[in-house]
Antibody
Framework: QVQLQESGPGLVKASETLSLTCSVS?????????WGWIRQSPGRGLDWIAI??????TYNPSLKSRVTISMDRSRNQFSLNLTSVTAADTAVYFC?????????????WGQGNLVTVSS | QSALTQPPSASGSPGQSVTISCTGT?????????VSWYQQHPGKAPKLMIY???KRPSGVPDRFSGSKSGNTASLTVSGLQTEDEADYYC??????????FGTGTKVTV
């Protein structure tokens, strides 16, 4: 059974770069599927951030200029970088597995990592 | 890309049914059979409950069912149980490697 675990700082200063890593266990990310990041601002809904495929990546248009998603197959991890953060980027960040490249649903999720942007 | 529209809240008594709507546009939800539903308890990660409009992942009770008509999808929870009290989010593929989530509905049992 696949398990995902986010890791990274809980506090980031405004204008700096937010970096998170998702460690995957129980499944080799090299074997297939796609992987993504989703965030949830306090008291609000879900927003997708980025998805990485074996042949590339796709980003939420509203964040595209500030986001990079990458994969480290040797460590069975994938990562998120979000530059020039502001208070609006304060959120719980989830990593997840995309269950289908055709239907875009996330079938396994990490527990989430709260990131607070401080001024 | 605008979020899919869901009612902020819905409620029902134990044993009753509740239906949550999720409205999009002809550019997203209306164009694809790629609607999914997630359940989220407070402080927890979302859990996939329905995918591809009507399919249930293994382990999800058949009390949960999904449907779609035009630009609106629906999630019905039959035989409500106290553990069904949670936030529910819909999601849809929106074309061009893009997806969109719903605004979320708090279900009270």
């Amino acid at each position: 059974q696949v398990q995902l675990q986010e890791s990274g700082p809980g506090l980031v200063k405004a204008s700096e770069t937010l970096s998170l890593t998702c460690s995957v266990s129980g499944y080799s990310i090299s074997s297939g599927y796609q992987w993504g990041w989703i965030r949830q601002s306090p008291g609000r809904g879900l927003d997708w951030i980025a998805i990485i495929y074996h042949s590339g990546s796709t980003y939420n248009p509203s964040l595209k200029s500030r986001v990079t998603i990458s994969m480290d197959r040797s460590r069975n991890q994938f990562s998120l970088n979000l530059t020039s953060v502001t208070a609006a980027d304060t959120a719980v960040y989830f990593c997840a597995r995309l269950g289908s490249i055709w239907h875009y649903y996330f079938d396994s999720w990490g527990q989430g990592n709260l990131v607070t942007v401080s001024s | 890309q605008s979020a899919l529209t869901q009612p902020p809240s819905a409620s029902g008594s134990p044993g009753q049914s509740v239906t949550i709507s999720c409205t999009g546009t002809s550019s997203d939800l209306g164009s694809y059979n790629s609607v999914s539903w997630y359940q989220q308890h407070p402080g927890k990660a979302p859990k996939l409950m329905i995918y591809e409009v009507t399919k249930r992942p293994s382990g999800v009770p058949d009390r949960f069912s999904g449907s779609k008509s035009g630009n609106t999808a629906s999630l019905t929870v039959s035989g409500l149980q106290t553990e069904d009290e949670a936030d529910y989010y819909c999601s849809s593929y929106a074309g061009s490697n893009n997806l969109v989530f719903g605004t979320g509905t708090k279900v009270t049992v």
